[in-house]
């Protein structure tokens, strides 16, 4: 049902120029497998799985399946002093295929309240291990860790903040980010130079002094930036820093888990293992609004002190761990076993990478670069009008060539499913050739 000029003024959209979708809005009523309908009944394949969510496809029939089948049987149980099976099952799958010491996984409903819990427990690691004056939080530049005020303050996408600026949590500072176009343009996965910027923060461990940071916070692959691949080396110096001064670090796996890498976790694909990680999205492939964080041994240890009667830690959330929720979870977990998703995505990952290089030699495009199958097409923004080139072909991908993808300004990402078709990768990539080909 096309909604009316009154019902389109209503929705307050995310991250969305609103007067201009209304004047000709892109309205989706329906999904299936790797494509979208709209309203007038056009399909439109995906090239973004969702927002890095639905790497299994949409509407998946087990994951369907599971969704109905729990809210007919338990639609909702609270989990402060009680719980419901499918909670307990599903933080169970998911410790299980992260890495070694991870044994203890916390819901949430989304990747920004993952964050902001994320942060609250290393506070409250070093709290509760007598180091209190380990406050200071450090994230970087260009990070991107969702919208919620502590996500919003680690991270470094100016847009998100300025607004905001003045009421950023304190004791936050950020180290330099990893783009460089002059020595790491049209790298193919990890730039082989850069690993020298994660010592940026032996900068404010110098600054603040060590024993008054309490983490550090970094996506491994930055992704809603425009993809930024981290150097060879640079996420095992940071490791190294923080092993050196006593200090947390977390990896914001919100995009990378679950696959989008071709492992599990992207800890596992970098093989740097973080003290705490967040995630969401792929969790229930989309499916349900649904986030974890998940704690090294030691975190979670730190808590599990004082009278057993107490709780251990203030927080939570009303829909943590919801039944619905954890269903939709564990059939993805099973999707993504069953199927062999992983080794699908390893196998994908070549033709990815070649077909979003064949765009080097583009006139607009200045940058491509990729990791797993996380990818991105930067190109150059007309004079005096950054973003308009990028909102074009976007809009292009969808009137002309049916084509779903996201432009982050003048960067186009791409977020293949994780069980793509190669030939329909091949097509989707002719067509936003054709795009780019007929913009000035």
């Known amino acids: 049902m096309t909604p009316t000029a009154n019902r ?37 394949y995906d090239t973004f799985s969702g927002l890095w969510t639905s790497g299994l496809g949409h509407s998946h029939p087990k ?19 009680m719980g419901n099976d499918k909670a307990f099952a599903l933080a169970e799958r998911v410790t299980r295929m992260a890495p070694e010491g991870f044994n203890h996984c916390f819901f949430t409903n989304s990747g920004s309240e993952s964050v902001d819990t994320a942060l609250k427990f290393a506070l409250g690691y070093h709290r509760a291990r007598g180091e209190g004056s380990r406050t200071r939080l450090i994230g970087r530049e260009r990070g991107y860790h969702g919208v919620n005020f502590g996500g919003m303050s ?20 950020h180290i330099r980010h990893t783009m460089n176009l002059d020595k790491s343009a049209f790298s193919r996965g990890q730039p082989a130079t850069g690993a020298h910027l994660a010592d940026d923060l032996e900068r404010l461990v110098a600054l603040h002094d060590g024993s008054n940071i309490a983490a550090v916070i970094v996506e491994p692959v930055a992704g809603s930036t425009g993809v930024l691949p981290p150097p060879v080396g640079y996420l095992e110096r940071l490791r190294e820093i923080c092993d050196q001064h006593g200090i947390l670090l977390i990896f914001d796996e919100v995009i990378t888990a679950f696959g989008r890498l071709g492992k599990p976790f992207a800890a596992q694909r970098f093989d740097v293992m973080p003290d705490i990680i967040s995630t969401a999205k792929g969790l229930t492939n989309g499916v349900i609004p649904m986030g974890a964080v998940l704690v090294r ?3 979670y240890e730190a808590f599990m002190q004082g009278p057993e009667q107490m709780i251990e830690i203030f927080h ?23 199927e062999n998703i992983f080794e699908g995505t390893q196998a994908l990952e070549q033709t990815f990478e070649d077909l979003l290089h064949s765009f080097a030699d ?23 009008a950054p973003g308009a080139r990028g909102m074009e072909a976007h809009k292009k991908c969808f009137w002309d060539e049916h084509l779903v993808i996201r432009n982050g ?32």
């Open 297 to 299: 041994d030691h975190v």
């Open 154 to 173: 680690v991270g470094g996408i100016v847009p998100n903040r300025k607004a905001f600026s003045a009421n950023l949590i304190p004791g936050v500072d």
């Open 8 to 44: 389109l003024d209503a929705f307050w959209m995310p991250f969305t120029s609103n007067r201009d979708f209304k004047k000709k809005p892109r309205i989706i009523t329906g999904a299936q497998g790797h494509y979208y309908t709209a309203d007038d009944g056009t399909k439109l």
């Open 362 to 384: 583009h006139p607009h495009v200045i940058d491509v670069r990729n990791i797993g199958l996380m990818g991105a097409i930067e190109m150059a923004p007309r004079d005096g």
């Open 316 to 338: 939570g959330y009303t829909y943590s761990g919801h039944p619905v929720a954890a269903a939709a979870g564990l059939a993805a977990m099973d999707v993504y076993e069953d």
């Open 63 to 81: 994951i369907v399946e599971a969704v109905q089948k729990q809210v007919a049987e338990l639609d909702f149980c609270m989990t402060f002093q």
């Open 409 to 440: 300004m003048d960067i186009l990402q791409f977020s293949p499913f994780l069980n793509a078709n190669a030939d329909e990768m091949r097509t989707s990539f002719e067509a936003i050739r054709r795009v780019l080909d007929s913009i000035d």
